[in-house]
């Protein structure tokens, strides 16, 4: 390895200068936009890459520009890095022009350089570092070029539909180190129900979160009642009066869906609230089930669905969105379940315990959970790779978010971002080291070559 250690170090100005390329190409999903899958500039980025992976004398295919690859070697089965393209929008915020990737002293800063075009170039240049070497190899090595990363991997649904091969192993620098080996299963479901409302209190206008899978923190109702009411007093609900009645707003904290116990969810505290107010009928029935079958829960204890793993610790439940216009009422969910359960295990309690309550699902989504043991000779020869390259002798995690690992069989995480390092990816001023991009490439190289001549 010293030598692709070497060739890679001589290479290091290449290889930044390619990461600048992409960089510079602002690859935001539009679909459709000139009759390109993902958008014309996602689709520029993939054209770049590719020239990028000839240039370097590779052998590249591009896949009804959805995915493309550029592949090394010879033998009847493929090991593939997978990695994307395709990055969030940039967002206010930033210092220097997020599509020129400077480097302001040590650090490459840009939209994309650690997710996921940094990874991908760094990629590109250890697979070009074992063809100089010649290390001789049992398998071809793929890199496989994604472009919807960012918003549901249709790029590698398409692949797999499509024949896309299938690797006997491989990995997704698009992680965290030292290795991801469990990811929990995702579930993004809709719950409405009609509301037909009696009484002197009425919903007028329901709205709260931005997204399923972010705790809110913000909810608001706009409520109308008797003149004379008194609305009584709550911490963190603010009540002002408007014509006819009242605006009703919660606050709460943020936080990711795969972590809703370190926020406050805002919808659940404004459930409680319009709970203690006098309601009848279809409204009452609503904000009584929210606020007693979730309200503040962060695990779907009182919905009879919690469960809990050693290895992946507890399932967690996010009442993202609420909406609702006085007709209909309705809720977006996320909730992740622990790698060794399935979903048959909480999803029909949690729709049963809706149902029975009048609502109905509106919209279903199931990411499935990954996992693969740690003595599995995947997980072992990569956190063989990473030990010897740090020193490190971390254990593989399990996490309640989910990576691109789960897009393709046979992928695990790993990298690109190290123990303790800042975590900028979909930030302003997201950025990589140059020390750690180079080391990320030669952690890649390693990774490659050991599953490419494993027995």
């Known amino acids: 390895m010293n030598t692709i250690s070497k060739r890679l170090d001589d290479?290091?100005?290449?290889?930044?200068?390619?990461?600048?390329?992409l960089v510079a190409i602002r690859s935001v999903e539009n679909p459709g936009e000139g009759g390109t899958p993902f958008g014309l500039e996602v689709q520029r980025c993939l054209e770049e890459a590719l020239q990028i992976g000839r240039e370097l004398g590779f052998e590249t295919v591009n896949m009804d520009d959805?995915?493309?690859?550029?592949?090394?070697?010879?033998?009847k089965e493929m090991v593939a890095v997978l990695g994307h393209l395709d990055v969030v929008p940039e967002a206010d915020g930033w210092k220097t022009p997020p599509y020129e990737a400077q480097i302001v002293e040590d650090r490459i800063i840009g939209r994309g350089v650690i997710d996921d075009k940094g990874p991908v170039v760094a990629s590109l240049f250890a697979l070009k570092a074992i063809h100089d070497a010649k290390i001789p190899l049992k398998r071809r090595i793929r890199i496989l070029l994604g472009t919807n990363e960012e918003t549901g991997a249709a790029d590698m649904k398409y692949y797999l539909a499509h024949g896309g091969e299938i690797p006997v192993a491989g990995f997704t620098p698009d992680g965290e180190y030292p290795l991801i080996n469990g990811e929990k299963g995702i579930i993004n479901e809709t719950y409405e129900r009609s509301m037909a409302q009696s009484g002197d209190f009425r919903i007028i206008r329901l709205e709260g979160g931005v997204a399923g899978n972010v705790a809110p923190d913000f909810a608001m109702a706009e409520v109308a009642g008797?003149?004379?009411?008194?609305?009584?007093?709550?911490?963190?609900?603010?009540?002002?009066?408007?014509?006819?009645?009242?605006?009703?707003?919660?606050?709460?904290?943020?936080?990711?869906?795969?972590?809703?116990?370190?926020g406050e969810n805002a919808i659940g505290r404004l459930a409680l609230y319009l709970d203690s107010l006098p309601f009848e009928g279809d409204a009452a029935q609503s904000f009584s089930f929210l606020a007693n079958k979730i309200g503040m829960d962060c695990f779907g204890?009182?919905?009879?669905?919690?469960?809990?793993?050693?290895?992946?610790?507890?399932?967690?439940?996010?009442?993202?969105?609420?909406?609702g216009d006085g007709k209909t009422i309705g809720v977006k969910l996320n909730y992740r379940y622990p790698v060794t359960f399935e979903a048959a295990d909480c999803q029909p309690k949690i729709q049963q315990a809706f149902e029975e309550a009048g609502w109905n699902r509106t919209a279903h989504l199931h990411k499935q959970k990954l996992y693969i043991p740690?003595?599995?000779?995947?997980?072992?020869?990569?956190?063989?790779?990473?030990?010897?390259?740090?020193?490190?002798?971390?254990?593989?995690?399990?996490?309640?978010?989910?990576?691109?690992a789960k897009a393709i069989p046979g992928i695990l995480a790993f990298g690109p971002i190290f123990p303790g390092d800042e975590v900028t990816e979909h930030r302003p001023n997201e950025y990589i080291t140059v020390s750690r991009l180079m080391e990320n490439a030669k952690i890649i190289a390693a990774a490659m070559v050991e599953l490419a001549t494993a027995d």
């Open 11 to 21: 290479m290091q100005p290449e290889l930044i200068t390619a990461l600048k390329r």
């Open 66 to 75: 959805m995915v493309g690859w550029c592949e090394y070697g010879s033998g």
């Open 226 to 262: 008797p003149e004379g009411y008194e609305p009584p007093e709550a911490e963190k609900i603010q009540v002002t009066k408007i014509a006819g009645g009242w605006r009703i707003e919660a606050r709460g904290v943020s936080a990711h869906g795969s972590h809703p116990e370190e």
């Open 301 to 323: 204890t009182n919905l009879g669905a919690y469960l809990k793993d050693e290895i992946s610790g507890n399932m967690t439940f996010n009442m993202g969105i609420l909406f």
């Open 374 to 404: 740690e003595d599995s000779g995947l997980v072992q020869s990569l956190l063989k790779v990473y030990r010897q390259a740090t020193g490190d002798m971390s254990a593989p995690k399990s996490i309640g978010g989910g990576t691109y």
